[in-house]
């Protein structure tokens, strides 16, 4: 979009909490997503996490078209 849509942004933060991710919003619009990973994580625990995030990016994008 060419303007901030902190309702899509929102809409990912859920989709992904649903599936087991947290996330969270920042920005002044609330439109950008931050990923605070621990400085421990696995590879697997980090590719399990961005797959969640992949597929609520999906979903959220079909929900708006």
């Known amino acids: 979009p060419s303007q901030p849509d902190p309702n899509l942004c929102a809409e990912i933060i859920r989709q992904a909490f ?4 947290i ?6 619009d609330k439109n950008v997503i ?3 990973s621990p400085l421990v994580i696995t590879n697997d625990e980090l590719e399990r996490g961005l797959d969640i ?10 929900k708006t078209i």
């Open 23 to 28: 996330i969270i919003s920042a920005g002044m």
């Open 53 to 62: 995030l992949e597929s609520a990016i999906k979903e959220s994008i079909k």
């Open 34 to 36: 931050r990923i605070l």
């Open 18 to 21: 649903e599936n087991g991710l």
